[in-house]
């Protein structure tokens, strides 16, 4: 689907910022999710997914305890909420849609290309 991410800017540390993910006119409802960042100089990674029915959610070691992806199915919106930000969270945040759970936790992993990223949203921690 065509996603368009929004919510970055500009926070201080310790702050917090909630990004969100829409596919304007389609049915992101059914499909599985994942939230991926890239700084620059650096690989994409993935950092939190999650099944359609949000039963199921995975997040990296990195984000895990501070991040929390959720979903609104009835809006047809995906949502990463940030907390306790941090300089090294400076980024491009994008998210990633498949109908398949399984292939987004693959892209989560780095063993699935994802072909469809949109232009994500920045996200920069500093003081």
């Known amino acids: 689907l065509p996603l368009v991410e929004s919510g970055g800017g500009l926070v201080q540390p310790g702050g917090t910022l909630t990004l969100s993910c829409a596919a304007p006119?389609?049915?992101?409802?059914?499909?599985?999710v994942g939230w991926f960042r890239q700084a620059p100089g650096k690989e994409r990674e993935g950092l939190a997914c999650?099944?359609?029915?949000?039963?199921?959610?995975l997040y990296a070691d990195s984000v895990k305890g501070r991040f929390t992806i959720s979903r609104d199915n009835a809006e047809r919106m995906v949502y990463l909420q940030m907390n306790d930000l941090k300089p090294e969270d400076t980024a491009i945040y994008y998210c990633?849609?498949?109908?398949?759970?399984?292939?987004?936790?693959?892209?989560?992993?780095?063993?699935?290309?994802?072909?469809?990223w949109g232009r994500g949203t920045q996200v920069t921690v500093s003081s």
């Open positions: 990633a849609d498949d109908l398949w759970y399984t292939n987004v936790r693959e892209m989560f992993t780095g063993s699935r290309e994802y072909g469809s």
């Open positions: 006119g389609f049915a992101l409802e059914h499909y599985a």
């Open positions: 999650i099944d359609s029915t949000s039963d199921n959610t």
